[in-house]
């Protein structure tokens, strides 16, 4: 959905995956969302006005309301109304691999994370999955 575009509202995901053939919920398509951010390619943008509440009562108005902090978040209406006007957008924050070369300067044991690209005995499986199917 996101191949198109580096910029999407949260209300096209809503429109594309709550009808057929994949009728899902809004709370599912929320939890979907909230899952491509947390892989941390992606962010989420709010409106102005919106603010997430947490599991402790209180409530957050970053721009963009940073990963770790989705394992806080209070699934309620707040929660709804703070992704109302929401976008998905890019991230342009750097991952553990673009900033290795630095942090070894402090540890030179540090390794750098697994690569997204699919390995050997990966594509070996998948290949034998294919032949399988058919």
């Given amino acids: 959905m996101l191949s198109t575009g580096s ?3 949260i209300a096209d995901f809503s429109s594309a995956f709550c009808r057929p053939p ?3 919920t809004q709370e599912m398509v929320a939890l979907y969302v909230f899952a491509m951010v947390r892989t941390g390619a992606w962010e989420i943008v709010l409106n102005q006005a919106a603010a ?3 599991n402790y009562g209180q409530t957050t108005r970053r721009k963009p309301p940073y990963r770790p902090y ?6 309620n209406t707040q929660l709804d109304k ?3 006007g929401a976008r998905v957008v890019v ?6 691999n673009e900033i290795l070369p630095f942090a070894r300067v402090l540890d030179d044991s540090l390794k750098p994370a697994a690569s997204r690209t699919r390995t050997a005995t990966q594509r070996t499986v ?4 294919e032949q399988v199917k058919s």
Avoid at 70 to 75: D, E, L, S, T, Y
Avoid at 126 to 129: E, F, G, M, N, T
């Fill in 126 to 129: 998948a290949r034998d999955l």
């Fill in 91 to 96: 991230s342009t924050q750097k991952g553990w």
């Fill in 52 to 54: 997430c509440p947490d």
């Fill in 70 to 75: 989705f394992g806080f978040v209070k699934w």
């Fill in 22 to 24: 994949y009728a899902l």
């Fill in 7 to 9: 910029d999407r509202p």
């Fill in 82 to 84: 703070a992704l109302l």
